[in-house]
Protein backbone atom coordinates (compact mmCIF):
# COMPACT_ATOMS: atom_id res chain seq x y z
CA UNK A 1 0.00 0.00 0.00
CA UNK A 2 1.04 2.90 -1.35
CA UNK A 3 0.40 6.94 -0.13
CA UNK A 4 0.26 10.26 -2.13
CA UNK A 5 -0.74 13.69 -0.60
CA UNK A 6 -1.56 16.98 -3.21
CA UNK A 7 -1.89 19.84 -1.96
CA UNK A 8 -4.15 22.37 -3.24
CA UNK A 9 -2.42 25.72 -3.12
CA UNK A 10 -4.51 29.38 -3.80
CA UNK A 11 -7.10 27.24 -5.19
CA UNK A 12 -11.13 27.66 -4.43
CA UNK A 13 -11.78 24.39 -3.52
CA UNK A 14 -15.55 24.24 -4.01
CA UNK A 15 -14.54 25.32 -7.57
CA UNK A 16 -11.99 22.68 -7.98
CA UNK A 17 -13.32 19.09 -5.73
CA UNK A 18 -16.90 19.73 -6.74
CA UNK A 19 -20.67 19.99 -4.87
CA UNK A 20 -19.94 17.97 -1.53
CA UNK A 21 -16.88 16.81 -3.37
CA UNK A 22 -18.32 15.56 -6.07
CA UNK A 23 -15.63 15.60 -8.61
CA UNK A 24 -13.03 13.36 -6.25
CA UNK A 25 -16.43 10.89 -5.60
CA UNK A 26 -16.40 10.49 -9.79
CA UNK A 27 -12.70 10.08 -9.36
CA UNK A 28 -12.86 7.76 -6.41
CA UNK A 29 -15.70 5.51 -8.36
CA UNK A 30 -13.14 5.38 -11.30
CA UNK A 31 -10.50 3.77 -9.26
CA UNK A 32 -12.20 1.41 -6.92
CA UNK A 33 -9.49 -0.08 -5.37
CA UNK A 34 -7.70 3.16 -4.36
CA UNK A 35 -8.70 5.25 -1.15
CA UNK A 36 -8.75 9.04 -1.92
CA UNK A 37 -9.89 11.43 0.87
CA UNK A 38 -10.35 15.24 0.32
CA UNK A 39 -9.40 17.37 3.66
CA UNK A 40 -8.88 20.76 3.58
CA UNK A 41 -6.58 21.78 0.91
CA UNK A 42 -5.24 18.16 0.69
CA UNK A 43 -5.89 14.86 -1.42
CA UNK A 44 -4.83 12.12 0.51
CA UNK A 45 -4.49 8.61 -2.34
CA UNK A 46 -3.79 5.73 -0.88
CA UNK A 47 -3.39 2.12 -2.86
CA UNK A 48 -1.15 0.55 -5.56
CA UNK A 49 1.56 2.51 -7.17
CA UNK A 50 0.30 1.84 -10.34
CA UNK A 51 -3.48 3.23 -9.83
CA UNK A 52 -1.84 6.37 -8.20
CA UNK A 53 -0.05 6.89 -10.65
CA UNK A 54 -3.08 7.20 -12.96
CA UNK A 55 -5.19 9.11 -9.85
CA UNK A 56 -2.42 11.66 -9.80
CA UNK A 57 -2.21 12.37 -13.52
CA UNK A 58 -6.10 12.82 -13.53
CA UNK A 59 -5.63 15.74 -11.08
CA UNK A 60 -2.46 17.07 -12.66
CA UNK A 61 -4.98 17.24 -15.99
CA UNK A 62 -7.50 18.92 -14.10
CA UNK A 63 -4.90 21.84 -12.13
CA UNK A 64 -3.66 22.49 -15.21
CA UNK A 65 -7.57 22.93 -16.60
CA UNK A 66 -8.88 24.85 -13.47
CA UNK A 67 -5.49 27.07 -13.85
CA UNK A 68 -6.54 28.08 -17.76
CA UNK A 69 -10.18 28.02 -17.49
CA UNK A 70 -11.08 28.67 -13.89
CA UNK A 71 -13.87 26.14 -13.52
CA UNK A 72 -14.00 22.44 -13.40
CA UNK A 73 -17.07 20.78 -15.06
CA UNK A 74 -18.49 16.72 -14.26
CA UNK A 75 -17.98 16.55 -18.11
CA UNK A 76 -14.43 17.27 -17.57
CA UNK A 77 -14.05 14.92 -14.90
CA UNK A 78 -15.40 12.45 -16.96
CA UNK A 79 -13.06 13.14 -19.92
CA UNK A 80 -10.13 13.19 -17.90
CA UNK A 81 -10.98 9.95 -16.71
CA UNK A 82 -11.59 8.20 -19.89
CA UNK A 83 -8.41 9.17 -20.64
CA UNK A 84 -6.53 7.44 -17.16
CA UNK A 85 -8.94 5.05 -17.25
CA UNK A 86 -8.33 1.13 -16.64
CA UNK A 87 -5.96 0.01 -20.20
CA UNK A 88 -8.58 -2.39 -22.24
CA UNK A 89 -7.11 -6.15 -23.13
CA UNK A 90 -5.19 -6.38 -25.99
CA UNK A 91 -7.51 -9.28 -27.06
CA UNK A 92 -8.25 -9.21 -30.57
CA UNK A 93 -11.73 -10.25 -30.14
CA UNK A 94 -12.25 -7.10 -27.73
CA UNK A 95 -13.63 -4.62 -31.07
CA UNK A 96 -13.39 -1.50 -29.04
CA UNK A 97 -9.97 0.10 -29.45
CA UNK A 98 -10.54 3.34 -27.38
CA UNK A 99 -13.35 5.81 -26.28
CA UNK A 100 -13.23 9.05 -27.67
CA UNK A 101 -14.41 12.29 -27.14
CA UNK A 102 -17.79 12.28 -25.67
CA UNK A 103 -17.62 8.68 -24.99
CA UNK A 104 -17.34 8.17 -28.48
CA UNK A 105 -16.96 4.46 -29.17
CA UNK A 106 -13.84 3.77 -31.43
CA UNK A 107 -13.25 0.26 -33.57
CA UNK A 108 -12.97 -0.93 -36.46
CA UNK A 109 -15.99 -0.76 -38.41
CA UNK A 110 -15.13 -3.77 -41.37
CA UNK A 111 -13.18 -7.26 -41.51
CA UNK A 112 -10.15 -5.75 -43.03
CA UNK A 113 -10.38 -3.01 -40.44
CA UNK A 114 -10.39 -5.31 -37.73
CA UNK A 115 -7.46 -7.61 -39.44
CA UNK A 116 -5.32 -4.05 -39.10
CA UNK A 117 -5.82 -4.26 -35.37
CA UNK A 118 -5.21 -7.98 -35.26
CA UNK A 119 -1.57 -7.33 -37.04
CA UNK A 120 -0.85 -4.39 -34.68
CA UNK A 121 -1.28 -6.16 -31.93
CA UNK A 122 1.29 -9.16 -33.75
CA UNK A 123 3.48 -7.28 -34.99
CA UNK A 124 5.81 -4.04 -34.57
CA UNK A 125 5.33 -2.89 -38.44
CA UNK A 126 2.59 -3.03 -40.34
CA UNK A 127 1.54 -1.61 -43.56
CA UNK A 128 -1.94 -0.75 -43.90
CA UNK A 129 -2.57 -0.44 -47.82
CA UNK A 130 -6.00 0.67 -49.20
CA UNK A 131 -8.09 3.57 -51.26
CA UNK A 132 -9.02 6.70 -49.24
CA UNK A 133 -12.01 5.93 -46.54
CA UNK A 134 -11.49 2.83 -45.99
CA UNK A 135 -10.23 4.04 -42.75
CA UNK A 136 -7.00 3.22 -42.35
CA UNK A 137 -4.90 6.00 -40.95
CA UNK A 138 -7.93 6.86 -38.78
CA UNK A 139 -7.64 3.11 -37.13
CA UNK A 140 -3.86 3.74 -36.81
CA UNK A 141 -4.26 7.09 -35.03
CA UNK A 142 -6.59 5.02 -32.68
CA UNK A 143 -4.53 2.37 -32.30
CA UNK A 144 -1.49 5.00 -31.43
CA UNK A 145 -3.59 6.83 -28.79
CA UNK A 146 -4.46 3.66 -26.89
CA UNK A 147 -1.01 2.51 -26.42
CA UNK A 148 0.24 5.78 -25.04
CA UNK A 149 -3.28 5.71 -22.81
CA UNK A 150 -1.90 2.13 -21.55
CA UNK A 151 1.57 3.56 -20.98
CA UNK A 152 2.85 0.95 -23.70
CA UNK A 153 4.60 3.90 -24.84
CA UNK A 154 5.78 7.57 -24.27
CA UNK A 155 4.58 9.56 -27.03
CA UNK A 156 3.38 8.95 -30.54
CA UNK A 157 4.84 10.23 -33.93
CA UNK A 158 2.90 11.05 -36.77
CA UNK A 159 4.35 11.91 -39.94
CA UNK A 160 3.84 12.43 -43.57
CA UNK A 161 6.24 13.16 -46.84
CA UNK A 162 5.74 16.85 -47.95
CA UNK A 163 4.49 15.95 -51.21
CA UNK A 164 2.56 19.30 -52.82
CA UNK A 165 0.30 17.03 -54.92
CA UNK A 166 -0.13 19.79 -58.26
CA UNK A 167 0.13 22.88 -55.72
CA UNK A 168 3.23 24.79 -55.29
CA UNK A 169 4.01 25.15 -51.20
CA UNK A 170 5.76 28.44 -52.12
CA UNK A 171 2.67 30.72 -52.95
CA UNK A 172 0.90 29.48 -49.94
CA UNK A 173 0.36 32.00 -47.11
CA UNK A 174 2.33 31.52 -43.28
CA UNK A 175 5.79 30.09 -42.09
CA UNK A 176 6.11 26.19 -43.15
CA UNK A 177 4.02 24.98 -40.15
CA UNK A 178 1.25 26.87 -41.59
CA UNK A 179 2.16 25.96 -44.96
CA UNK A 180 2.00 22.04 -44.17
CA UNK A 181 -1.21 22.13 -41.72
CA UNK A 182 -3.38 21.70 -44.30
CA UNK A 183 -1.51 18.79 -45.80
CA UNK A 184 -1.81 17.14 -42.03
CA UNK A 185 -5.25 18.32 -41.04
CA UNK A 186 -6.37 14.56 -41.47
CA UNK A 187 -4.15 13.75 -38.56
CA UNK A 188 -5.38 16.43 -36.72
CA UNK A 189 -9.27 15.46 -37.35
CA UNK A 190 -8.92 11.95 -36.15
CA UNK A 191 -6.80 13.02 -32.80
CA UNK A 192 -9.80 16.04 -32.58
CA UNK A 193 -12.32 12.89 -31.76
CA UNK A 194 -10.05 10.94 -29.19
CA UNK A 195 -8.27 13.57 -27.44
CA UNK A 196 -10.06 16.73 -25.59
CA UNK A 197 -8.74 19.74 -27.12
CA UNK A 198 -7.15 21.01 -24.32
CA UNK A 199 -5.46 17.56 -23.51
CA UNK A 200 -4.27 17.46 -27.10
CA UNK A 201 -2.98 20.98 -27.00
CA UNK A 202 -0.95 20.02 -23.90
CA UNK A 203 0.50 16.60 -25.58
CA UNK A 204 1.64 18.79 -28.27
CA UNK A 205 3.32 21.37 -26.58
CA UNK A 206 5.07 18.85 -24.71
CA UNK A 207 5.68 17.02 -27.46
CA UNK A 208 4.27 14.08 -26.64
CA UNK A 209 2.52 14.18 -28.98
CA UNK A 210 4.57 14.95 -32.57
CA UNK A 211 3.26 15.81 -36.21
CA UNK A 212 5.57 16.40 -38.36
CA UNK A 213 6.93 16.33 -41.87
CA UNK A 214 9.08 13.64 -42.91
CA UNK A 215 12.44 15.13 -43.32
CA UNK A 216 11.86 15.84 -39.83
CA UNK A 217 12.29 12.37 -39.35
CA UNK A 218 16.11 12.12 -40.22
CA UNK A 219 19.00 11.24 -38.05
CA UNK A 220 16.66 9.83 -35.14
CA UNK A 221 15.79 7.32 -33.33
CA UNK A 222 12.47 6.84 -32.53
CA UNK A 223 12.20 4.65 -29.30
CA UNK A 224 9.16 3.92 -26.56
CA UNK A 225 7.00 5.53 -29.31
CA UNK A 226 3.61 4.46 -32.06
CA UNK A 227 5.11 5.68 -34.87
CA UNK A 228 2.56 6.48 -38.09
CA UNK A 229 4.09 7.00 -41.41
CA UNK A 230 0.74 8.42 -43.55
CA UNK A 231 0.51 8.86 -47.27
CA UNK A 232 3.35 6.97 -47.68
CA UNK A 233 2.94 6.19 -51.66
CA UNK A 234 4.40 9.54 -51.62
CA UNK A 235 7.67 8.82 -50.44
CA UNK A 236 10.75 7.92 -52.25
CA UNK A 237 12.97 4.73 -52.18
CA UNK A 238 15.54 6.66 -50.23
CA UNK A 239 12.78 8.29 -47.84
CA UNK A 240 10.96 4.84 -46.61
CA UNK A 241 14.39 3.09 -45.59
CA UNK A 242 15.88 6.24 -43.84
CA UNK A 243 12.03 6.09 -41.94
CA UNK A 244 11.75 2.44 -41.41
CA UNK A 245 15.40 2.58 -39.70
CA UNK A 246 14.45 4.93 -37.66
CA UNK A 247 12.97 2.10 -35.32
CA UNK A 248 14.20 2.32 -32.03
CA UNK A 249 13.21 -0.01 -28.80
CA UNK A 250 9.68 -0.52 -27.52
CA UNK A 251 8.78 0.90 -30.99
CA UNK A 252 5.44 0.20 -33.00
CA UNK A 253 5.05 1.44 -36.70
CA UNK A 254 2.22 1.49 -38.85
CA UNK A 255 2.76 2.77 -42.38
CA UNK A 256 -0.28 3.51 -44.60
CA UNK A 257 -0.81 4.21 -48.00
CA UNK A 258 -2.92 4.09 -51.29
CA UNK A 259 -0.61 2.83 -53.93
CA UNK A 260 -3.43 4.33 -56.93
CA UNK A 261 -2.61 7.56 -55.62
CA UNK A 262 0.94 8.29 -56.12
CA UNK A 263 1.24 11.97 -56.74
CA UNK A 264 5.07 11.97 -57.26
CA UNK A 265 6.74 13.39 -60.19
CA UNK A 266 5.73 11.03 -63.30
CA UNK A 267 9.29 9.16 -63.21
CA UNK A 268 9.98 8.95 -59.69
CA UNK A 269 9.24 5.55 -58.39
CA UNK A 270 7.00 5.20 -55.09
CA UNK A 271 9.06 4.06 -52.23
CA UNK A 272 6.24 2.36 -50.66
CA UNK A 273 5.99 -0.46 -53.84
CA UNK A 274 9.42 -0.57 -53.60
CA UNK A 275 9.42 -1.34 -49.83
CA UNK A 276 6.60 -4.11 -49.92
CA UNK A 277 8.76 -6.07 -52.27
CA UNK A 278 11.94 -5.42 -50.95
CA UNK A 279 10.52 -6.77 -47.75
CA UNK A 280 7.84 -9.13 -48.30
CA UNK A 281 10.32 -12.23 -47.02
CA UNK A 282 11.16 -10.46 -43.13
CA UNK A 283 9.40 -11.77 -40.47
CA UNK A 284 7.76 -9.58 -38.10
CA UNK A 285 6.32 -7.42 -41.03
CA UNK A 286 2.31 -7.37 -41.11
CA UNK A 287 0.64 -6.17 -44.26
CA UNK A 288 -3.07 -5.67 -44.33
CA UNK A 289 -4.93 -4.46 -47.87
CA UNK A 290 -8.00 -3.04 -47.54
CA UNK A 291 -10.49 -2.31 -50.29
CA UNK A 292 -13.85 -0.30 -51.31
CA UNK A 293 -15.75 -2.64 -49.24
CA UNK A 294 -14.08 -1.28 -46.31
CA UNK A 295 -15.01 2.83 -47.13
CA UNK A 296 -17.36 3.93 -44.41
CA UNK A 297 -17.83 7.65 -46.33
CA UNK A 298 -20.70 8.28 -48.05
CA UNK A 299 -21.97 5.50 -49.85
CA UNK A 300 -21.20 7.59 -53.11
CA UNK A 301 -17.38 7.00 -52.61
CA UNK A 302 -17.49 3.26 -52.23
CA UNK A 303 -19.06 3.39 -55.68
CA UNK A 304 -16.71 6.26 -57.14
CA UNK A 305 -13.98 3.44 -55.98
CA UNK A 306 -15.12 1.15 -57.79
CA UNK A 307 -16.04 3.20 -61.17
CA UNK A 308 -12.83 4.46 -61.28
CA UNK A 309 -10.99 1.01 -60.29
CA UNK A 310 -12.82 -0.30 -63.29
CA UNK A 311 -11.51 2.52 -65.66
CA UNK A 312 -8.19 1.52 -64.47
CA UNK A 313 -8.65 -1.89 -64.95
CA UNK A 314 -10.03 -1.38 -69.03
CA UNK A 315 -6.89 0.99 -69.43
CA UNK A 316 -4.68 -1.21 -68.21
CA UNK A 317 -6.35 -3.89 -70.60
CA UNK A 318 -6.11 -1.62 -73.64
CA UNK A 319 -2.32 -0.82 -73.04
CA UNK A 320 -1.05 -4.76 -73.04
CA UNK A 321 -3.22 -5.08 -76.03
CA UNK A 322 -1.63 -1.50 -77.54
CA UNK A 323 1.84 -3.32 -77.05
CA UNK A 324 1.51 -7.10 -78.31
CA UNK A 325 0.04 -5.58 -81.64
CA UNK A 326 3.34 -3.41 -81.64
CA UNK A 327 5.55 -6.02 -80.74
CA UNK A 328 3.91 -8.50 -83.91
CA UNK A 329 5.00 -5.11 -86.15
Do not use: C, W
Not at 3 to 24: A, H, Y
Not at 146 to 151: M, T
Not at 213 to 225: E, I, K, V
Amino acid sequence: MVEKVITLENIPLLDFLGSENENIRQISAAFPQSKIVSRGNEIRIQGRAPEILRINDVLNMLLQHFNRFGSISPDNVKEYIALEGVPFETDPKNDIIIFGNKGIVIKPKSSNQRKLVESSYKNDLVFALGPAGTGKTYIAVALAVRALKNREVKRIIITRPAVEAGENLGFLPGDLQEKLDPYLRPIYDALSDMIPPEKLKFYQESRVIEIAPLAYMRGRTLHDAFVLLDEAQNTTNEQIKMFLTRMGPNSKVIVTGDQTQVDLPTKQKSGLKEALKILKDVKGIGVVHLSGKDVIRHKLVKSIIEAYDKEDLANENANHGNNRREGQN
